[in-house]
């Protein structure tokens, strides 16, 4: 390494000299005893060792990220840290493959976590994770060998003879037998210490035997109670056993993200909703990307007219079940709240594109309503489009649409009257119940202003002349 920098010193230093200079270089070779090597020597240790100050402050960045939740922000300085020059490609990758498990890239977290240069040397750190992705990806084969390699590097860091991941395995490939074998020695001997405790609870909570797990609570230290991780496994417990009221007394002293969650539920299942809802917007800022907060705060945002907050939430998604399409199609449908009718515009053309010009009437809706509140004040937007598509979210027998295209026909520019401030005319016997009711239809009746006889008169006289 340090006499690549040389060459390259050299090369930087005699590069732009005169063409008769050029001609006249040789090659430079200098003494480990010559002081300028010594010089050389300082320099090189100094471009090593900020490199690795560089790095580590990388690092420790990144897993600060990661630990709060912001996954962006952690993959953009691990980015920052060189893979052909730096020392801590292995901790890099490491963490990249978190990064990208807790994204649900599944795939991706296996090719980062089979690199060469981390796999050989951090087995022990790694295989757990990769035994993870395995499962996701339902690999029966590959979690077997997996569990296998696992097992043998990690046992000497387990003190409940690994029965999590026995559990976890056994769950995952249905062999029942092992469940029952492992529930049964977990109930007599994993009690006597938290750890073991808390994994045995949330075994049993992934096999749905709340009933069951809890009978054995009494037996808990009273020390138990002192952790939070704990008291919030017992909440659940209780929450799922339709015993609201013993779940918030473990919890309410608890300000966590899972503890505000369980919290909000309870609210919510109660209908009492801005308390829920605030509940749920704590959680978020202990975790800002908590699924099982986002998917109840952000209905109850539109329901409570909180737009922005929706808006915020929506941006906070990093489920990758959830469609995007649809997703997109709901932070236009806050934005029309907002009244950011521009903004709205802007994203229904991608939206348009990503439905390859054949979107759902309920974006057709929303795209002629956009471009009906729009108006002249942007010549961008092309009315008779607008038209067109509330035309068709018409025919597909929306009949908001249909009366809205039969004020195009009335109105000049139907955007920019509603969006004055004058009175207007207002019929109130017409509402939207009267418009669902049905009218009897009277027939019209023709005034007779000439008589045919007289009209037959005149044309015969008219032939005679």
């Known amino acids: 390494m340090k006499y690549l920098l040389i060459f390259l010193f050299l090369t930087v230093t005699f590069g732009h000299s005169s063409a008769q200079g050029v001609n006249e270089f040789k090659e430079l070779i200098l003494d480990e005893d010559d002081p300028a090597f010594e010089a050389f020597d300082e320099n090189l240790i100094t471009i090593e060792n900020n490199q690795r100050i560089s790095d580590i402050y990388n690092l420790q960045k990144a897993k600060f990220k990661l630990i709060n939740g912001d996954l962006k922000q952690a993959e953009f300085y691990l980015n920052r840290i060189s893979e052909i020059q ?54 029966n084969l590959e979690i077997m060998k997996e569990k296998d390699v696992c097992m043998l590097q990690t046992a000497k860091y387990s003190k409940n003879d690994q029965f999590w991941l026995e559990a976890m395995v056994a769950l995952k490939i249905q062999n029942k037998k092992g469940i029952d074998q492992l529930m049964n020695n977990g109930s007599n001997n994993l009690f006597s210490r938290d750890e073991d405790a808390k994994m045995w609870l949330k075994t049993g909570l992934y096999l749905n035997q709340e009933k069951e797990l809890l009978s054995y609570i009494s037996t808990l230290s009273e020390s138990s109670y002192q952790s939070k991780r704990l008291r919030e496994i017992i909440a659940f417990l209780y929450l799922r056993s339709g015993e609201a009221k013993k779940a918030l007394a473990f919890i309410e002293d608890i300000d966590t993200a899972n503890a505000e969650n369980i919290k909000g539920t309870i609210n919510l299942n109660n209908k009492e909703y801005e308390l829920a809802f605030g509940h749920f917007r704590l959680a978020l800022q202990k975790k800002q990307d908590s699924n099982n907060a986002l998917e109840r705060a952000i209905p109850l945002s539109w329901l409570l007219g909180q737009w922005a907050d929706g808006l915020s939430m929506l941006n906070n998604i990093s489920n990758p079940t959830v469609d995007k399409r649809n997703a997109h199609a709901l932070k236009i449908a806050f934005l029309i709240r907002e009244k950011r009718f521009k903004e709205a515009a802007n994203e229904l053309t ?45 025919k597909a027998f929306d009949g908001l649409s249909c009366w809205v295209a039969l004020q195009y026909i009335q109105w000049e520019n139907l955007g920019k009257t509603i969006r004055r401030n004058e009175p207007t005319m207002v019929d109130h016997k017409m509402t939207l119940e009267s418009l669902k009711e049905k009218q009897e239809i009277t027939p019209l009746k023709e005034d007779q202003s000439i008589d045919q006889s007289d009209i037959e008169e005149l044309d015969g006289a008219s032939i005679a002349l």
């Open 86 to 139: 730096s020392q801590v490609v292995a901790v890099k990758k490491r963490y990249l493959g978190t990064i990208y498990f807790l994204q649900g890239k599944f795939n991706e977290s296996l090719n980062t976590l089979n690199n060469s240069k981390i796999n050989n040397n951090y087995i022990n750190q790694i295989c757990l994770l990769k035994l993870l992705n395995y499962m996701a990806l339902d690999k």
């Open 350 to 394: 991608l939206l348009k594109i990503s439905f390859q010009n054949e979107p759902p009437f309920e974006v057709s809706i929303m795209d002629s309503y956009v471009g009906m509140m729009l108006g002249e004040s942007d010549r961008k937007i092309d009315r008779r489009n607008s038209e067109e598509l509330t035309e068709k979210a018409c």
